[in-house]
């Protein structure tokens, strides 16, 4: 089981930016890291992923143009840039790992205790 444990949330005014990062306990490079959120009464919803083969990433569309996901293996550690945040991205943001390239929450054995993301307008 990998420790994932998420950072660099925080508060950000309507098109403003924040990263988070993931960092993990063990190496992941044979992992699909994956980013999620979940606002109050809603549902856990994919954001985005990287895979561990080619690095091929995958968006949800409410983020596309707007969110990157990355990782540096070396580090063990996955990152979510967010740019012209909006104040429907306010939910706590998760990190995830699992072997499947998806959006759906349920294929991923590993997740982070989340970290909170509030945009303001």
């Known amino acids: 089981q990998v420790q994932l444990v998420e950072s660099g949330g925080g508060s950000a005014q309507a098109g403003g930016s924040l990263k988070l990062s993931c960092a993990a306990s063990?190496?992941?490079?044979?992992?699909?890291m994956g980013w999620f959120r979940q606002a109050p009464g809603v549902g856990r919803v994919g954001v985005g992923y990287?895979?561990?083969?080619?690095?091929?990433?995958y968006y949800a569309d409410f983020v596309k143009g707007r969110f990157t996901v990355d990782r540096d293996d070396s580090k063990n550690t996955a990152y979510l840039e967010m740019h012209d945040l909006k104040p429907e991205d306010t939910a706590m943001y998760y990190c995830a790992a699992g072997p499947v390239q998806t959006l759906e929450p349920s294929l991923y054995q590993s997740w982070g205790q989340g970290t909170q993301v509030t945009v303001s307008s």
């Open positions: 990287i895979a561990n083969i080619g690095r091929r990433t």
């Open positions: 063990i190496n992941t490079d044979n992992l699909c």
